[in-house]
């Protein structure tokens, strides 16, 4: 079974704090994804990328940037935490075509204090 | 911008009692379908999916989704819902432009809860 792991099940940061969220799959999946999960809003796509060093922003890119040096690893780096990034975030990865089907990890719930 | 409207936010049903989530989205071309499953404490999985054929779809644990082009609507159904059931149900859609596909768009989810 694919399986994709995220470092942090909760983490607690301080505002202008940078914070780095670390995603790595098993499966040697080419696409990988960041969304944020809040209640009432569903999904919003972050960042994606189809490659290694490459990057394509989503929905909501701003106050986020990303690294993807290897396949199986992608990060999401917070900058300058804010309160309004208080969230859960979810990594998720797919093979071939890119969204045939996504495999999530367990989500990062994050809070900026 | 391409959106995807789920009409229940919270559904309360009894053990045994059937189900229906409702699906709609704004993209009128090309579009492949999908929900997926939150239980509790768990990671987001694929239900069901639809890319073309039989509009029917049917998924894991007995779940089934029908496609309605003309409605632009992917319900989900279940005839007997069961405690396990209780999860969170997020329809999602991808638009296909011209051969390449963009990125799932999700929407907002529908919290199941059954009563035993």
């Known amino acids: 079974d694919v399986k994709v792991t995220q470092s942090s099940r909760y983490l607690v940061k301080r505002t202008g704090e940078k914070v780095f969220l670390e995603c790595v799959q098993d499966m040697d999946h080419e696409n990988m994804f960041w969304y944020r999960q809040d209640p009432g809003l569903g999904l919003r796509l972050i960042y994606f990328?189809?490659?290694?060093?490459?990057?394509e922003k989503g929905d909501i890119p701003e106050g986020y940037s990303v690294s993807r040096e290897k396949k199986e690893r992608f990060s999401l780096i917070l900058e300058s935490a804010s309160t309004n990034q208080t969230s859960m975030y979810l990594c998720a990865s797919s093979l071939g075509r890119p969204n045939e089907k996504l495999f999530f990890g367990s989500g990062t719930q994050l809070s900026v204090l | 911008a391409q959106s995807v409207s789920q009409h229940n936010h919270h559904v309360i049903l009894s053990e045994a009692a059937s189900l229906e989530l409702g699906c709609n989205y704004s993209y009128g071309g090309t579009v492949n379908l999908f929900w997926y499953v939150q239980y509790p404490g768990q990671h987001l999985q694929l239900l069901l999916k639809y890319f073309s054929g039989d509009p029917l779809v049917k998924g894991i644990k007995g779940f089934e989704a029908e496609f309605i082009k003309s409605k632009f609507s992917f319900n989900l159904r279940k005839p007997s819902v069961q405690w396990s059931d209780t999860a969170e149900y997020f329809c999602a859609v991808t638009p296909n432009y011209g051969g390449s596909q963009g990125n799932l768009i999700f929407g907002k989810g529908t919290k199941l809860s059954v009563k035993p």
């Open positions: 990328s189809y490659d290694v060093k490459m990057k």
